[in-house]
T-cell receptor, first 114, second 113 residues
Framework: SQQGEEDPQALSIQEGENATMNCSYK?????LQWYRQNSGRGLVHLIL?????REKHSGRLRVTLDTSKKSSSLLITASRAADTASYFC??????????????FGSGTQLTVLP | DGGITQSPKYLFRKEGQNVTLSCEQN?????MYWYRQDPGQGLRLIYY???????QKGDIAEGYSVSREKKESFPLTVTSAQKNPTAFYLC????????????FGPGTRLLVL
C-alpha cells in the first residue's frame, strides 16, 4: 500500500475560498513534500517540510507537519480557478541510499469554481 | 532553457513489441527516476539512478529496463514482458539523490494497439 494517503480524494470549492488537503503516512520520515499536477502534465514541486519542522509557508501555501500523528496538511488560501489540479504528498523515508525513496500518495483532485 | 524533456508525448505499442521512452535533462542533476502513473492514482517508482552507469529497481521494475550511459539521459524500455503497459510515464531528476526535491518532465502516454 502507499505510504502517503491524501484526504479528501476530491474537493470542489468556490474561487476565493480556502482549500485544505490532508496527508497521512505510516512510517517515520525524513521529509514530506507536496507536488501539484495539472491534467495530463508532469508534477511541479510546491514545498518541502523536514521532519523537525512543524509549519512552512510559501506564498498562498501553508504546510503543517505533525509527526506524532503522522500527518500533514496543505492549505491554499484565497484559491483561484488556476489552482485547479491534483495535489500529491510524497514522503522520504528510510536511512540508506537504496532504501530511501520518495513514495507518493494517490492525490487530491481540487476543483476551484469561478 | 534548462529542464527535463521526454519524448514522444504519445507512444503506441503493438503486442510483443519493445518500446523505448526518452528522458533528457540539462540541469546537471546526478539522480534520475522513472515513475508510472495509472488513472486516478499516484506515482509508482519503476527504476532510479543516482550516478552514471548505476541504477536500482523501484517497486514495479518487472517488464522494464533502463540504462544510464550519460548523465543527461535515462531511457526506459517497456519490454514485451510488461503485460499491462498502458499508463502515463513520468521521468524526474534531482541534484544528488533520493529524498530531495524532484523535477519532472511532461510525461509520455503509452497506449497499446
Amino acid at each position: 500500500s502507499q505510504q502517503g494517503e491524501e484526504d479528501p480524494q476530491a474537493l470542489s470549492i468556490q474561487e476565493g475560498e480556502n482549500a485544505t488537503m490532508n496527508c497521512s503516512y505510516k512510517t517515520s520520515i525524513n521529509n514530506l513534500q507536496w507536488y501539484r499536477q495539472n491534467s495530463g502534465r508532469g508534477l511541479v514541486h510546491l514545498i518541502l517540510i523536514r521532519s523537525n519542522e512543524r509549519e512552512k509557508h510559501s506564498g498562498r501555501l501553508r504546510v503543517t507537519l505533525d509527526t506524532s500523528k503522522k500527518s500533514s496538511s496543505l492549505l491554499i488560501t484565497a484559491s483561484r480557478a488556476a489552482d485547479t489540479a491534483s495535489y500529491f504528498c510524497a514522503t522520504d523515508r528510510g536511512s540508506s541510499g537504496s532504501a530511501r525513496q520518495l513514495t507518493f500518495g494517490s492525490g487530491t483532485q481540487l476543483t476551484v469554481l469561478p | 532553457d534548462g529542464g527535463i524533456t521526454q519524448s514522444p508525448k504519445y507512444l503506441f505499442r503493438k503486442e510483443g513489441q519493445n518500446v523505448t521512452l526518452s528522458c533528457e535533462q540539462n540541469l546537471n542533476h546526478d539522480a534520475m527516476y522513472w515513475y508510472r502513473q495509472d488513472p486516478g492514482q499516484g506515482l509508482r517508482l519503476i527504476y532510479y539512478s543516482q550516478i552514471v552507469n548505476d541504477f536500482q529497481k523501484g517497486d514495479i521494475a518487472e517488464g522494464y529496463s533502463v540504462s544510464r550511459e550519460k548523465k543527461e539521459s535515462f531511457p526506459l524500455t517497456v519490454t514485451s514482458a510488461q503485460k499491462n503497459p498502458t499508463a502515463f510515464y513520468l521521468c524526474a531528476s534531482s541534484p544528488s539523490g533520493v529524498g530531495e526535491t524532484q523535477y519532472f518532465g511532461p510525461g509520455t502516454r503509452l497506449l497499446v494497439l
